[in-house]
């Protein structure tokens, strides 16, 4: 199976769940948000950043609160649908399409990107694409499912990112990072 064909399969996958995602996982969801919203509270008070980037994200769940701790929101994921639900929800959200995100290398202070990497054929090349996509010493606040493992995770985020804080939750890790300036 060539790539296009996979990614085709994701795209119609959420595509055709978007009108009812918030129905199937937006309690859950926004238990995590919560817990990152707590934690960012504790760790960075009432900062808010210039540029965030949502990396997956999905209906918008969570760019409502890259809203709270950004300036300027910014929005990608691979389904059309999802980002048109998520643009209804933080209205002055900028859309990033798939092809456009290599324009926005070292732009973005923060990134968000929850519950998305643990299902990418490629964790690594997505890690090493934020990486690319931060500031130097930005944030990225990472939550994955723990289907994989912490031993699968720790290395590969390691390899680009120190972890300054991280939660275990029911089902997912939750990593709160900054880019490391040298590899």
């Known amino acids: ?9 994701v795209v119609d996958y959420y595509n055709n769940l978007s009108d009812v995602y918030d ?5 859950e969801q926004n238990k995590k948000i919560r817990i990152i919203e707590e934690i960012y509270n504790r ?3 009432s900062k808010v950043f ?5 990396y997956g994200c999905g209906t918008g769940i969570s760019s409502i609160f890259l809203s709270k701790i950004s300036k300027e929101v910014y929005i990608y994921d691979i389904s059309e649908k ?8 933080v209205k002055n959200a900028i859309p990033v399409k798939i092809n456009d995100l290599g324009n926005y290398l070292g732009f973005f202070d923060v990134v968000l990107s ?30 994955v ?10 290395p590969l985020i390691k390899k680009y990112f ?15 990072l900054i880019k490391k300036i040298k590899l």
Request: proline share 1%; aromatic share 14%; hydrophobic share 40%.
């Open 82 to 89: 999802m980002i048109e639900i998520a643009k209804n929800k």
């Open 145 to 154: 499912l723990k289907k994989k493992g912490l031993a699968f995770w720790k």
């Open 162 to 176: 120190n972890i300054i804080w991280f939660y275990e939750e029911d089902k997912d890790f939750i990593f709160f």
């Open 114 to 143: 929850v519950t998305v990497l643990q299902d990418s054929k490629d964790p690594e090349k997505d890690l090493e694409l934020i990486f690319k996509l931060l500031k130097e010493e930005g944030l990225l606040i990472l939550s």
């Open 23 to 27: 129905e199937l996982y937006g309690e």
């Open 50 to 54: 210039e540029k965030g980037l949502d």
């Open 1 to 9: 199976m060539d790539n296009n064909e996979y990614d085709e399969r």
């Open 43 to 45: 760790l960075f008070g």
